[in-house]
Structure formats: structure tokens, C-alpha cells
């Protein structure tokens, strides 16, 4: 488990602090807002999604956590039994998701769609945190469509909290100084 106090601040300088302390008092999720964080892999984006993710647990909210790979193995899987209506159902009363690794691995066209749909349907409706190595004007490597990309992201963007985590590998330097 990871926690907001084992989270290296100093690593990554230009990240709000301040910012991410606030939103550990779940506030955000009551206004159905997200929270993305995007930038270079090894950086601590999952790190603090984890961190915030527990957070929210400990403030009562239900949480789901994702890679996006795995919720869309999960939805093609769903589409082809003919339970998409069911999983949605179930994805809307969690109160926070948190979706890692966005652009990791590439998506079939189905996924995508899939994966927009699912984003779509929480817009507004309840919190995502996402994780995405990838800037957004990348995005529409993942989603092969530059129409449903730009509306992705204008839904996941808008009141939304960005932090742009660049900077080196945390992994990398401990594999460095263990050497």
C-alpha cells in the first residue's frame, strides 16, 4: 500500500503539494470531479493514485482500482455476453475509479470505444483518477479516433485537477543507487 507520506515530494519539485494534500480530504469526489495525473513512467503516478485511492477509502467511499488494459479485457468480455447495462450499473456506484496506465499498452478499436464509453457514462457522475504516460495530445494513439479522443478528453479534462508529473525515474534512481 502506498501512502501520500512515503511519497517523495522532493523528487518532483514543480508538483503542488499543497494541492494533493487538500484533495486527500476527498472533496473532490463529492463534486464528482478527477483527477489526472500524466508524465514520464517511473515518476509516481500510481503511487499517488494509490495513495489518494486509500485516502478515500478511509473517508467511507467505495474505490475501484484499474489498469486500462484490464477494465477493457473486462468490458469486451462483458460486450460479448451482453452485459455492458449490468457493469455499467456497477462502475456508477463506485464512488472513485482509479484508471492506470492509460497509453501503456495499445488498445483494439473495440477497447477503445469500450474504454470511452465507460468514461463517458462516470462523466459527472462520479470520480476517476488517471494515470497516463502519454500527453493528451497523444492520446489519440490509444483511441485511433481523433473525434472520440478530443471528446474524451474534453469530458475527463473539464473540473478536472492536472498535474503533470516530469521528472526521472524514482525506480530508476533506487536500481542506480543500489548498484
Known amino acids: 500500500m502506498k501512502t501520500l507520506d512515503q511519497f517523495e515530494f522532493s523528487a518532483i519539485p514543480s508538483l503542488n503539494k499543497p494541492k494533493l494534500l487538500q484533495l486527500a480530504r476527498c472533496e473532490y469526489i463529492e463534486k464528482a470531479e478527477n483527477i489526472m495525473f500524466i508524465g514520464n513512467s517511473g515518476t509516481g503516478k500510481t503511487h499517488l493514485s ?15 482500482f484499474w489498469t486500462a488494459a ?14 455492458i447495462l449490468q457493469l455499467e450499473r456497477q462502475w456508477l456506484k463506485t464512488d472513485l475509479i482509479i484508471l492506470d496506465e492509460v497509453g501503456f499498452v495499445p488498445l483494439s478499436r473495440t477497447g477503445a470505444e469500450l ?35 478530443s471528446a474524451l478528453v474534453d469530458r475527463l479534462t473539464h473540473r478536472a485537477h492536472i498535474f503533470a508529473m516530469n521528472g526521472d525515474s524514482y525506480r530508476f534512481k533506487q536500481s542506480i543507487q543500489r548498484s
Open 115 to 149: 474504454l470511452f464509453q465507460f468514461c463517458a457514462a462516470r462523466y459527472e457522475k462520479g470520480s476517476m483518477i488517471i494515470t497516463s504516460n502519454l500527453e493528451f495530445t497523444e492520446w489519440t494513439q490509444i483511441f485511433k479516433d481523433e473525434q472520440m479522443t
Open 50 to 64: 494509490i495513495a489518494l485511492g486509500k485516502e478515500a477509502c478511509h473517508h467511507g467511499y467505495s474505490v475501484q
Open 70 to 83: 484490464k477494465i477493457c479485457n473486462e468490458l469486451m468480455e462483458a460486450q460479448s455476453q451482453k452485459r
